[in-house]
């Protein structure tokens, strides 16, 4: 049974069995505060996941007889990525964590060379917002990580109790920028940031978790998947950017500083930017200039996004030192302060793009192999040629299914998939712009509502080879 504590801080009850002194808002205060470190602190680890995890953690006495230089001590978290360990080094004398990879990487004959290649430059991450890597290696089939043991909170156990006010939000945020940059110039991209993967020590600092994980538990060269589902090894679907949904392919830093919006949206307001969300400024008391910056971190066009984390810490601390610039004195007519952020539409489709492709590859390469049967038989070769055009008449087909259609305030917006030459949007039955197959459009247009001064429409539309990706947003003036 848990036993009841109280923070010697603010005097909150504690519940957690967590070894922190601290409540979790106590922990997130004392974040950044830019305190003096004491080498001596002992270093520690991941608080245990709560969540239900399909993943099967091999027993801590399994280990044991695979580390004989550590003593594994209890399993202290599991997940998409795999299983923790809080375990202890005798001859340092120091706790450690050891990540333990899923076995159904096993199968991967390239994983061992990448794990080797990926491994060293995650070790080479030696940032103060990041989880270290001392070790790490191959244990009878077992890949492993020998890391840093932080003993605290995770930025999810923070929020939800429900202790995170917006100047608290603003003293984390540049810590994460910090440790994003560092990483994003050693070419590694995190590709899961969430508050379950942002911890809070026992002297409340910021550290990110798991690095280059998913990268490295994908691979690069591995065929991409359709990734809305609950794919925790490339990402969590709420704090995902739009590209990284559709695509692992050619997904680069800046989708970790759409995810880095995404968690500054939600510490300021306690929500999550999805469907109709208002700007920080409209849900609580934060400077009217912060809409900008969490709004930009939000774009679903990776070119229109901040290029680099630093330039969002640049703009947070810019902010922070100056005057507050309250909702009231914002502009109201055209400002970002007077807008409304809505996902009017977002859909990725794989099933049909795919199995359109795939039957009308196979009615091209008909052609030609009927051509040498046509000289031993005739019958035979028109045979072919008739499975041929009837492969190509099904794939005129299926394509049919790719027309997605959605209307907003009276206005008709839809985007057509359906020709075999080209993809095509329409605003109100009008053609507004045409793409070649396999192409990337974006596409903005004021429309007039009643007597206002017109909400503006956001059309981003993706279509690859094995997917199609449609997102519309509306930016509704208030």
């Known amino acids: 049974m848990n036993q009841l504590r109280t923070c010697p801080e603010c005097g909150t009850t504690i519940t957690e069995t967590s070894e922190a002194e601290l409540c979790p808002g106590c922990l997130l205060k004392m974040a950044t505060n830019d305190s003096v470190v004491d080498p001596d602190f002992e270093q520690t680890q991941i608080t245990p996941q709560k969540k239900r995890q399909r993943f099967e953690a091999p027993a801590a006495d399994e280990l044991n007889a695979l580390f004989p230089n550590l003593e594994i001590l209890e399993l202290i978290g599991r997940g998409g990525m795999g299983a923790v360990y809080k375990a202890r080094q005798p001859d340092l004398d120091r706790f450690v964590a050891v990540k333990i990879l899923p076995r159904e990487i096993q199968g991967d004959p390239g994983f061992g060379d990448r794990f080797q290649r990926e491994a060293r430059t995650l070790a080479k991450l030696n940032h103060p917002n990041i989880v270290s890597v001392y070790d790490f290696g191959q244990i009878d089939e077992l890949f492993y990580f020998v890391m840093e043991f932080v003993d605290g909170v995770t930025l999810r156990d923070t929020i939800t109790a429900g202790s995170v006010a917006p100047e608290e939000a603003l003293r984390v945020i540049p810590n994460l920028c910090d440790a994003l940059q560092f990483a994003h110039e050693e070419g590694v991209v995190h590709r899961d940031i969430k508050p379950e993967n942002i911890l809070l020590d026992k002297r409340g600092r910021v550290k990110i978790a798991d690095f280059g994980l998913a990268k490295l538990l994908k691979g690069d060269g591995d065929e991409d998947e359709n990734l809305t589902g609950t794919h925790q090894v490339m990402g969590t679907l709420k704090y995902m950017a739009p590209e990284q949904m559709a695509t692992s392919r050619n997904v680069d830093h800046r989708a970790d500083i759409y995810s880095l919006g995404v968690i500054f949206y939600e510490l300021l307001t306690g929500d999550l930017p999805v469907g109709w969300f208002a700007p920080p400024s409209k849900k609580v008391a934060v400077d009217v200039r912060l809409d900008e910056v969490v709004l930009r971190t939000l774009e679903a066009e990776p070119g229109r996004r901040y290029q680099h984390a630093s330039e969002v810490k640049s703009a947070v601390e810019q902010l922070s030192s100056g005057p507050i610039v309250p909702q009231s004195a914002a502009p109201t007519d055209t400002g970002k302060g ?40 005739l019958p035979f070769g028109a045979a072919i040629l008739a499975v041929a055009f009837a492969l190509f008449i099904w794939a005129v087909k299926i394509k049919k299914h790719l027309v997605w259609e959605t209307t907003y305030k009276g206005h008709t917006i839809r985007l057509d998939c359906s020709s075999m030459l080209a993809e095509r949007i329409y605003l109100d039955d009008g053609l507004v712009q045409r793409g070649g197959l396999g192409t990337k459009m974006e596409f903005r247009t004021k429309i007039k509502v009643g007597d206002g001064i017109g909400d503006e429409i956001i059309i981003w539309f993706d279509a690859q080879f094995r997917y199609c990706r449609c997102r519309i947003d509306v930016e509704e003036r208030m």
């Open 338 to 377: 007077g807008i409304r952020i809505h996902k009017l539409m977002d859909n990725t489709e794989t099933k049909y793009r795919t199995r359109h492709h795939f039957v009308l590859i196979s009615s091209f390469m008909l052609v030609p192999l009927s051509l040498p049967v046509f000289r031993e038989s």
